[in-house]
């Protein structure tokens, strides 16, 4: 039987923790706006991630780079307006923690008190624990990003697989355990080796949510776009498209457009 199901109204970091203690599988979807955050949240998901992938999807940037923390603000407060039941967690953009600890923890509180999220989300492991420290510091909980790290794109210089060498994978592992114990209540694995991956599940008491991260983690998390067909052009393995709402959506706009032009719409009974 579902935990949240049975004895919880609204998902928190206990809560996660004890999912992964029962074996009951995480949920975690991407949204942006109250509109499409009120369905995920309605249907029951049990975290949503307010993603700088907002700089993709939404704003039409190559990466996730450009977006600003006033602009996730927006995003996270828009999200938050609408869910009744699911963990909110924010992500911090690109150079908002990275190598300054105060600024980090700066912007965490304003992600918190402004958009009211539940939590914060950053990339990368010993790199920025200074930063995670901080921010927990002030009692926010802090979810954290390894494998691959798309604000560190210019870096790698590819969206390629992760890991799949034995030191950066015994890095990943590393990372993962160091973060549990600065207090992070939870760790996104991103395009690494499956093997790997349940290795680091299986090697830390806190829930680790996947993205073509294999079957053997605690949960998973795609973009709602993505998963929904509203972008066509993104195709990774990893992914599982549920439906095809660019095709809707735009077929449904032509049938708009032909009824305007053909004065059928509005008829009669859609007037006064």
């Not at 990466?63 to 996270?76: A, F, K, V």
């Not at 924010?90 to 600890?101: A, E, K, M, R």
């Not at 990368?124 to 979810?143: D, F, K, T, Y």
């Not at 795609?222 to 929904?228: N, R, W």
């Amino acid at each position: 039987m579902s935990i949240h199901k049975e004895s919880v109204k609204r998902v928190t970091t206990h809560v996660l923790s004890e999912m992964k203690l029962k074996g009951e599988k995480i949920s975690m979807l991407t949204s942006y706006d109250y509109s499409m955050a009120t369905i995920v949240d309605r249907a029951g998901i049990d975290v949503i991630l307010v993603g700088d992938s907002a700089s993709n999807v939404m704003a039409g940037h190559e990466t996730t780079l450009p977006i600003t923390l006033d602009q996730m603000i927006y995003h996270g407060a828009s999200v938050v307006r609408a869910v009744q039941r699911a963990l909110v967690v924010v992500d911090l953009p690109f150079g908002t923690y990275q190598g300054n600890s105060k600024e980090a923890l700066n912007s965490s509180i304003r992600i918190m008190k402004e958009a009211s999220a539940d939590a914060v989300k950053l990339e990368g492991g010993s790199e920025v624990l200074e930063s995670v420290n901080r921010i927990l510091s002030a009692g926010i909980p802090v979810m954290g990003h390894l494998g691959l790290t798309p604000q560190s794109i210019h870096k790698f210089g590819t969206y390629a697989v992760r890991a799949k060498e034995e030191e950066e994978a015994e890095k990943l592992l590393e990372d993962a355990k160091l973060l549990e114990e600065a207090g992070c209540f939870a760790i996104v694995l991103e395009k690494i080796p499956a093997g790997l991956a349940k290795k680091v599940a299986e090697s830390v008491s806190i829930p680790i949510i996947g993205i073509g991260a294999g079957n053997g983690v605690d949960g998973q998390v795609l973009v709602i776009h993505d998963m929904l067909g509203i972008t066509q052009e993104f195709s990774p393995r990893f992914l599982r498209r549920y439906h095809n709402l660019f095709a809707e959506i735009k077929g449904a706009v032509e049938t708009y457009i032909g009824d305007v032009k053909s004065k059928d719409f509005p008829n009669e009974r859609e007037q006064y």
